[in-house]
């Protein structure tokens, strides 16, 4: 079940704010799966220079274990905020 919750104040988001959420999430795990070799000239255009590099490994080591999606997701969410706040911008810069 996904996590409802809004983190910045403990109220719970609508369930479609949810979904978008986590479409939006999954949308930018496949961009950044099918662009894997091609990220490193998007360094300069980044707010966070460490979670980009935290970002590139976790796509590096998933296409090497020919992960998912989803898993890729999964392990883009676990890096934390600043890494979702990274594949979501290069999802920005790059459509």
């Known amino acids: 079940m996904p996590d409802t919750k809004d983190h910045t104040d403990g109220?719970?988001?609508?369930?479609?704010?949810?979904k978008a959420e986590e479409d939006t999430k999954l949308e930018a795990a496949a961009v950044?799966?099918?662009?894997a070799k091609d990220l490193?000239?998007?360094?300069?255009?980044?707010?966070d220079k460490d979670a980009f590099d935290e970002l590139i490994e976790a796509v590096?080591?998933?296409?090497?274990?020919?992960e998912s999606i989803d898993e890729l997701r999964q392990r883009i969410i676990g890096l934390g905020d600043g890494a979702?706040?990274?594949?979501?911008?290069?999802?920005?810069?790059?459509?």
């Open 11 to 18: 109220t719970e988001n609508p369930p479609d704010e949810v």
């Open 32 to 35: 950044l799966r099918d662009l």
């Open 40 to 47: 490193e000239p998007l360094r300069p255009l980044v707010s």
């Open 60 to 66: 590096r080591v998933s296409t090497q274990r020919s």
């Open 84 to 95: 979702v706040n990274v594949a979501e911008e290069i999802l920005g810069i790059i459509t």
